[in-house]
């Protein structure tokens, strides 16, 4: 699965499916037919949830849940995003995977 790099990717992000959990937001769009058909996913945390160091803890505990699930799950001519909320860093591992899931089906 690609990952996302592009800021204006990220921000039709926004403007299609979204998915509220108490650990983290998740975006979904469908793109043209025209491009490549694979899924592509991007991570983001703002400097809402804290540090550097706790940032790039939180994108490393989503990435880690989206090998488990979204990559096993995506649809073609879809991306995904995941944003980063406070809570994620003291979320239980399990119910994050759990929250995925939910959000996926």
């Known amino acids: 699965m690609e990952h996302l ?4 990717d990220f921000i039709k992000a926004s403007t299609g499916q ?3 959990t108490p650990s983290f937001v998740l975006l979904k769009h469908m793109r043209d037919f025209s491009e490549n058909s694979s899924p592509k996913i ?6 809402k949830i804290g540090t550097a160091v706790i940032r790039n803890r939180a994108k490393r505990r989503l ?3 989206a090998v488990e699930t979204i990559f096993k799950r995506a649809e073609e001519h879809t991306n995904y995003v995941l944003i980063a909320r406070k809570q994620l860093l003291e979320y239980p591992y399990a ?3 759990n929250d ?3 959000c996926m089906s």
């Open 42 to 47: 991007g991570y983001t945390a703002s400097k």
């Open 18 to 20: 979204k998915s509220v």
């Open 63 to 65: 990435r880690s849940a």
């Open 95 to 97: 119910d994050l995977i």
């Open 5 to 8: 790099t592009k800021r204006n």
């Open 100 to 102: 995925l899931k939910d």
